[in-house]
């Protein structure tokens, strides 16, 4: 099975502070992908990776930075955290680009900035 | 942009099936249709997918129509564990998928 970790399930910071959202995942995936959830607006797509090194922005960007140094691990930086980044974080990963490749989600960090 | 569309909310009865439909009356003729579900507090969870045949495994069944403009997500006997919010979804090229709002099914006992 494919297993996708996240560092943190909770996690509550303050405005300002540099965040950093770890994921792994163990199944050799290509593909990464960060997303915050809240309510009424479903799932966002805010980066995502295909390759080690490499990183392509999706929908809402803006506040956030990504680094993957190494295939398995990919990292959501918030650089200075906002109230208005208090979210659930999910992070997911597929083998690859093709439309049949699933993708398979972590268990989500919920994340409070005060 | 939003490709699928699904009502809000449904209720379904302990033990009957539960059918989810979906609107996806513009994705391409190549696209696949996706399921996922998320149960409070956790992350998505894979169910099912299809593309143009119905589908079934040990979850679900996926019934899409022959003009692929629609398709209907079946857990064949619901039971309380099977509360939660399902997504109906298409990855476009890329695999990036587009998650809406999805349906809220509660199953009442």
């Avoid at chain 1, 770890?22 to 990464?32: G, K, L, P, S």
């Avoid at chain 2, 699928?4 to 099936?17: F, H, L, V």
């Avoid at chain 2, 996706?34 to 589908?55: A, F, T």
Wanted: charge should be neutral; proline fraction near 4%.
């Amino acid at each position: 099975d494919v297993k996708v970790t996240q560092s943190s399930r909770y996690l509550v910071k303050r405005t300002g502070e540099k965040v950093f959202l770890e994921c792994v995942q163990d199944m050799d995936h290509e593909n990464m992908f960060w997303y915050r959830q809240d309510p009424g607006l479903g799932l966002r797509l805010i980066y995502f990776s295909y390759d080690v090194k490499m990183k392509e922005k999706g929908d809402i960007p803006e506040g956030y930075s990504v680094s993957r140094e190494k295939k398995e691990r990919f990292s959501l930086i918030l650089e200075s955290a906002s109230t208005n980044q208090t979210s659930m974080y999910l992070c997911a990963s597929s083998l690859g680009q093709r439309s049949t490749d699933t993708q398979y989600f972590g268990p989500g960090t919920r994340l409070t900035v005060l | 942009d939003a490709k699928t569309t699904q009502p809000p909310s449904m209720d379904c009865a302990e033990g009957r099936a539960a059918n989810l439909p979906c609107n996806h009356s513009t994705i391409s003729g190549n696209e696949y249709v996706y399921w996922y579900r998320q149960i409070h507090s956790q992350g998505p969870q894979y169910i099912i997918h299809g593309l143009k045949n119905n589908e079934t495994n040990e979850m679900a069944s996926l019934i899409i129509t022959e003009d692929r403009k629609s398709s209907t997500l079946i857990l064949p006997h619901a039971t309380l564990r099977d509360t939660a919010v399902y997504y109906c979804t298409s990855p476009n090229t890329g695999n990036q998928f587009y998650f809406g709002t999805g349906t809220s099914l509660t199953v009442i006992p």
